[in-house]
C-alpha cells in the first residue's frame, strides 16, 4: 500500500524559510515522479514543484516558486523535500504530496494516483 506522509509544515514570518518533507512507503521514490501541490480554501489545488524518477530525470516549478523553492529527494530514507526560502503571505496554504504520476502535464491533479494528507503552512507578514 502506498503512504504518503507530509511534516515540516510551521508558521513562519516573510522572508524565512521551511523545509517540508515527503516520506514515502509502499513505492520506491527513485523510480517515480514525487510533486507538491498547494492548496487554500476555496480555490484549486496548484502544482508547486515536480520531481521526475531518475530514469527521466529533471525538476520543474510553478513560476511564483522559482528560485524560492528546491525539490529534492534523499533515496536513503525514500523521502522528498520541498526547501522553502524567502517565503511570501502568499505561500500560505496546505501542502500535499503527489506520488504515481500517470502522465501528461505534471500540475493537473488528476494525473497523480496517491495523495498525502497535507501540512499547513501559515506565512506572517
Not at 500535499?96 to 506572517?124: D, I, K, L, M, P
Request: charged content about 20%; glycine content about 12%.
Amino acid at each position: 500500500e502506498v503512504q504518503l506522509v507530509e511534516s515540516g509544515g510551521g508558521s513562519v514570518q516573510a522572508g524565512g524559510s521551511l523545509r517540508l518533507s515527503c516520506a514515502a512507503s509502499g513505492f520506491t521514490s527513485r523510480t517515480n515522479s514525487v510533486a507538491w501541490f498547494r492548496q487554500v480554501p476555496g480555490k484549486e489545488r496548484e502544482g508547486v514543484a515536480v520531481i521526475y524518477s531518475e530514469d527521466r530525470g529533471g525538476t520543474e516549478y510553478v513560476d511564483s516558486a522559482k528560485g524560492r523553492f528546491t525539490i529534492s529527494r534523499d533515496n536513503a530514507v525514500n523521502t522528498v523535500y520541498l526547501q522553502m526560502n524567502s517565503l511570501k503571505p502568499e505561500d500560505t496554504a496546505m501542502y500535499y504530496c503527489a506520488a504515481v504520476f500517470s502522465g501528461g502535464y505534471w500540475s493537473v491533479t488528476n494525473r497523480w494516483e496517491h495523495w498525502g494528507q497535507g501540512t499547513q503552512v501559515t506565512v506572517s507578514s
